[in-house]
C-alpha cells in the first residue's frame, strides 16, 4: 500500500498551498477533500490582498504583511509550475468612505485626482456633488472639483488583487505537478488517534495512514472527531458584472466593494451572514448588492449579471486564525482564515511548514494557537 508522510485535509487555497511547501521540503503528501478541490470559500473570494488594512487584526498584521509582500513571487511561482495564468493585479484600491477611516497608508484624493485615475467612478461622485448644491447643473457636467464631497472622502491604496478562480486552479496543477496526491470528492469524519498521536484519517470511504495529520478543511475544519474547535461558517454572497464601463482598480465603499478581473468582469459583494452552512443565494439580496454597485458606479447601470454565488468563510470568535499543533501530538489545524484566506496562503504555508519540520519560525504564533479557546 502506497504511504504518506502527512496527509492534509482540505484543498481549498490553504491547503493547497501547504501542500506543495511541504512537497519541497521532501515530505511525501496526500490531500483529503470533501468536494473538488478550491471550489468552496477559495472560490468564491473576491480576491482583495488588503495586507495593510485597518480591518485586520492588529495581531495579524505582520502576518497579512509579509504574505502581501510576497504575493507576486507565490504567483510567479504558481504560474511557471503550472503553466497557467494567474490574474495579479497591481492597480490599488480607491477607498470611499462617509467616515474616512482610512489606513494611515492610504493618500488622500481630490475629485480632480481622482477624476484622472478612475474617471467611472469620479463621474459619480461629481454628479452627487452637484446634484446637492446645484441641482440645475447636475445635468450639464462641470470641471471636475478640487475637493471631494462633504459626504464623502476618498483616499487610494497601494495594495492588489488576485482572481481566486485563477490561483486555486493554477494551485491544484502545481500539486499534482510536485506529485501531491489528491483523494476528491471524499469527507474526512475522523483523525485516528493512537497513544495520544496522530495516526491518519478516516474517511466515508476508507482510511489513510500517516504520521502527521493537518486540517485545513475551512468552515468544516471545527466538526472534525476527535476534537471540535470554534471555526463557524459566514456566508457571503456575491455577483460578477459584464458589459459596464472598464474600472482599473479595486473600488471599496461603505456599502459595497467593487473587483475588476483581467476578463472584464466586475466582482460585486459582499454580504456576512451567519446562517450556518446555507450556501443559497437570495434574489433580494443580489439585486441589493447590484443597487448598491450602481449607485457607486452608475455606469454598471448598463452592465448584464453575469453570475451569482455565495461562499462559507471560515470564522473563529476572536477574528484570528488557528495556526498550530493540537492537543493530539503531529495533528495540527491551520483554519479560521475568514475573509483573509486568500491573502494569507502563502505566510500560512511557511510558518506551517516550519512547524510541521520542528524548525524555528521567525513570527510569534502564540495570538494564534489552537489551546487559545480550551
Known amino acids: 500500500m502506497k504511504s504518506w508522510d502527512a496527509i492534509i485535509i482540505g484543498g481549498g487555497i490553504i491547503g493547497l498551498s501547504l501542500a506543495i511547501s511541504l512537497r519541497k521540503e521532501g515530505v511525501r503528501v496526500l490531500l483529503v477533500e470533501r468536494g473538488e478541490p478550491g471550489r468552496e470559500a477559495s472560490w468564491a473570494a473576491a480576491g482583495m490582498l488588503a495586507g495593510g488594512g485597518s480591518e485586520i487584526p492588529e495581531a495579524l498584521r505582520p502576518l497579512a504583511s509579509e504574505s502581501a509582500r510576497i504575493y507576486p513571487e507565490f504567483v510567479r511561482e504558481l504560474e511557471d509550475e503550472s503553466g497557467m495564468k494567474v490574474d495579479l493585479r497591481s492597480q490599488g484600491t480607491i477607498l470611499i468612505s462617509r467616515t474616512a477611516h482610512f489606513p494611515e497608508s492610504a493618500e488622500r484624493l481630490s475629485l480632480e485626482k481622482l477624476s484622472s485615475i478612475e474617471p467611472a467612478v469620479s463621474a459619480s461622485l461629481l454628479r452627487e456633488f452637484m446634484q446637492a448644491r446645484a441641482p440645475v447643473l447636475a445635468g450639464q457636467g462641470s470641471r471636475a472639483l478640487s475637493g471631494s464631497t462633504p459626504e464623502k472622502s476618498v483616499a487610494y491604496l497601494d495594495e492588489r488583487s488576485v482572481d481566486p478562480r485563477a490561483l486555486v486552479s493554477a494551485a491544484a496543477k ?98 456576512l451572514e451567519d446562517v450556518g452552512y446555507n450556501k443559497q443565494v437570495e434574489v433580494d439580496t443580489i439585486q441589493h448588492l447590484f443597487q448598491a454597485a450602481r449607485e457607486l458606479v452608475p455606469g454598471l447601470a448598463k452592465s448584464k449579471k453575469h453570475e451569482d454565488w455565495a461562499g462559507l468563510r471560515p470564522a473563529t470568535p476572536d477574528g484570528l486564525p488557528i495556526l498550530g499543533e493540537t492537543s493530539t501530538k503531529e495533528y495540527f489545524l491551520a483554519g479560521g482564515h475568514y475573509r483573509d484566506g486568500i491573502l494569507l496562503a502563502p505566510i500560512t504555508a511557511q510558518v506551517m511548514t516550519a512547524l510541521v519540520l520542528r524548525k524555528t519560525s521567525t513570527y510569534d504564533l502564540s495570538p494564534f494557537s489552537t489551546f487559545r479557546f480550551a
Open 174 to 271: 502545481a500539486a499534482r505537478h510536485r506529485q501531491v496526491d489528491i483523494s476528491s470528492g471524499t469527507e474526512v469524519k475522523e483523525v485516528l488517534v493512537s497513544q495520544g498521536r496522530a495516526t491518519g484519517v478516516r474517511t466515508d470511504r476508507t482510511s489513510y495512514s500517516a504520521a502527521v495529520v493537518i486540517n485545513c478543511a475551512g468552515a468544516w475544519s471545527g466538526r472534525i472527531a476527535p476534537q471540535n474547535f470554534p471555526v463557524r461558517p459566514v456566508k457571503g454572497q456575491m455577483l460578477a458584472l459584464v458589459g459596464g464601463p472598464s474600472l482599473r482598480h479595486v473600488v471599496r465603499s461603505d456599502e459595497v466593494y467593487l473587483v475588476p478581473r483581467g476578463d472584464k468582469r466586475i466582482v460585486v459583494g459582499s454580504t
